[in-house]
């Protein structure tokens, strides 16, 4: 891996490792790497993993070898995908298996709570206001 891929390398596995919904030790399992490689991989952008680790990660998550240090450059909704957490990702999952009328309910219901925070802190901002004058 040369020195361009190097900090693509724990970008992709992150992601990767998230979008299948698994955590760092999940894919230590399912990779025979352990748990404490696993994180180093992801916290080190100058990473440099053996050819074997990675092919024994990209196997684990179902890619290809490019697909872990392929210089392609994540777009703004993969960057922003980065920073959701593995139990966030797991209750997605969850709702997506769910039949569409199903999923449209918990919609429903997430956008009510939204709305009702939003009116609320709305209504703080301007008691607040109303305090300074």
Known sequence: MDDEQ????NQNLIRLRKERGLTQQKLA??????????AYYESDELV?????????IAKALNVNFEDLVG????SQIQ?????IDSRTLSKIKMILSLPKNERHTIYSI???LI??????????NQNELKKEL
């Open 6 to 9: 190097k900090g693509v390398f």
């Open 29 to 38: 399992v399912l990779s025979g790497i352990s748990q404490r490689m696993i």
């Open 48 to 56: 440099n993993p053996p050819m074997e680790t990675i092919g024994a």
């Open 71 to 74: 210089s392609n450059k994540p």
């Open 79 to 83: 960057n922003e995908f980065l920073q």
């Open 110 to 112: 997430a956008e009510a």
């Open 115 to 124: 709305a009702k925070r939003k009116l609320s802190e709305s209504e703080n």
